[in-house]
């Protein structure tokens, strides 16, 4: 355990009792344990390390309720040069980018919440940002291009772009306003000839910047918008978890949660991955594997050690499983990155309610087989799980028993299918995804013995 985190746990149990501040860490807290772990589900009682995004609510919680306990309940008592707002900004239409994301409409709302302005959309918006839109009961900001044709004079800030190939057509540049964004400043840059308001910082999320500026303009978004302002930045950086994120924004989604009420980050990271999961096309193979993870540590005669455990849940498994040959390798590359000694995805069909496998060394297909048992097929790679369909109940009580029942590490190794040669780098790609890149493994094929070596 890492001393932060016992720093974090020390403190958390001081504070525990007494404390009426949230900040998405009350659940995690109230099932931590005195050696820093947290019990997973109250019937078995099997517990699990925190996740990121518990670990940082937990070490965040205080500070973060007491910045917001700071906050004026009206902040027309704050003196006039603290409340400074860009004036330019105000009755200006907010909207963010094309192939529109959860941050780009979370920070439309909240931007123009903040500074007066009128959310738009720049684009049909996708399942994750519909989630939090549903589960804030915040109602979806109309299409730019309708409110231009209403008001086609309207001045423009845009939020999380500044590049004009990201901009929705409808939009002339010459009444752009504002820019708020996170992304480099690249080739395709937006041009003006006067001088805008800018905000851009380097943090992971643009719903970072707007929750920050609510708080040193000493203003308190409504539950909804903060709501979504957390989920933004969740989206943003993998629960936390992404290269881009900074303290900013880990501070940023305590005061959020605090702000929103919520007791059990995780829970909600959670629910949003997997509402997330049902549009696969721009999820990478790291946001899959790592998108919803947690770590069970074991220590039983034959293995003394730790397993990460995914889900993904889908209403479609075969265009998952299709990339097998994707995830493989970044499941063996994200054991190597997180330190743990066995990894597994399983992957739900939350339509027929049946589970897959995915198994890349034969330590977890000797486990697989002895807790589950299923039809193995790819080589070793996939089992069928056939109706489990949950890992609190189903997948960790039958793993934690075949350990404890004394199941031992196979003694041969047959040489595995894939390996990792170059472990590589994650870095967040233009459409804000946890992509891997500069890695590279080598790939033995069972069928014809043959070894080659794949980069991603
Ligand atoms: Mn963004």
């Not at 949230?22 to 995690?28: F, I, N, P, R, T």
Request: negative net charge; glycine residues 6%; hydrophobic residues 40%.
């Amino acid at each position: 355990m890492s001393d932060k985190l016992e720093m974090s746990i020390n403190f958390a149990d001081d504070t525990k009792a007494s404390s009426t501040f949230k900040g998405g860490a009350a659940a995690a807290l109230n099932r931590s344990t005195a050696d820093g772990k947290v019990i997973d589900d109250d019937e078995t009682g099997i517990v699990r390390n925190p996740t990121e995004v518990e670990r940082q609510s937990m070490m965040n919680f205080v500070k973060a309720g007491k910045i917001v306990e700071s906050l004026p309940d009206d902040y027309a008592s704050v003196p006039d040069m603290e409340l400074y707002l860009p004036e330019m900004l105000t009755d200006a239409v907010f909207v963010g980018h094309l192939v529109t994301d959860l941050d780009s409409i979370a920070g439309a709302i909240g931007g123009a919440a903040l500074y007066g302005g009128k959310p738009a959309r720049a684009s049909k918006v996708n399942s994750e940002t519909q989630f939090a839109l549903d589960y804030w009961n915040v109602e979806k900001p109309p299409k730019i291009e309708d409110v231009l044709k209403e008001d086609p004079d309207s001045d423009i800030c845009l939020v999380d772009h500044q590049q004009s190939s990201q901009m929705n057509p409808a939009i002339r540049a010459d009444k752009v306003v504002g820019i708020i964004d996170h992304h480099a400043l690249q080739s395709q840059t937006l041009v003006t000839d006067v001088p805008v308001y800018i905000d851009i910082r380097p943090w992971g999320s643009m719903a970072a910047i707007i929750a920050h500026t609510y708080v040193i303009h000493s203003r308190r978004p409504p539950k909804g918008i903060a709501g979504m302002l957390l989920c933004a930045i969740l989206s943003d950086t993998l629960n936390l978890q992404g290269p881009t994120t900074t303290d900013w924004d880990r501070l940023m989604v305590s005061v959020l949660a605090e702000m929103a009420d919520v007791d059990d980050i995780q829970l909600l990271a959670q629910k949003q991955f997997k509402a997330k999961s049902q549009e696969l096309a721009g999820l990478s193979a790291h946001a899959l594997v790592n998108g919803d993870a947690k770590t069970f540590s074991f220590k039983a005669s034959g293995f003394d050690g730790t397993i990460y455990f995914s889900v993904v849940e889908t209403t479609d498994d075969d265009i998952i499983l299709d990339r097998a040959s994707e995830l493989l390798p970044e499941m063996l590359a994200s054991k190597e990155e997180k330190g743990v000694d066995m990894i597994f995805l399983a992957v739900v069909n939350i339509v027929k309610l049946k589970s897959k496998l995915l198994i890349c060394d034969h330590l977890a297909e000797s486990i697989a087989i002895e807790a589950f048992g299923g039809e193995i097929s790819c080589n070793g790679t996939l089992m069928d799980l056939g109706n489990r369909v949950s890992r609190k109940k189903e997948y960790i009580p039958v793993i934690t028993s075949v350990i404890n029942d004394g199941w031992t590490k196979p003694a041969s190794a047959p040489q595995a299918e894939w390996t990792v040669k170059k472990l590589g780098h994650l870095e967040v790609d233009p459409s804000d995804q946890v992509q891997r890149r500069g890695s590279t493994f080598v790939h033995f094929n069972p069928m014809d013995q043959s070894t080659a070596i794949v980069a991603f």
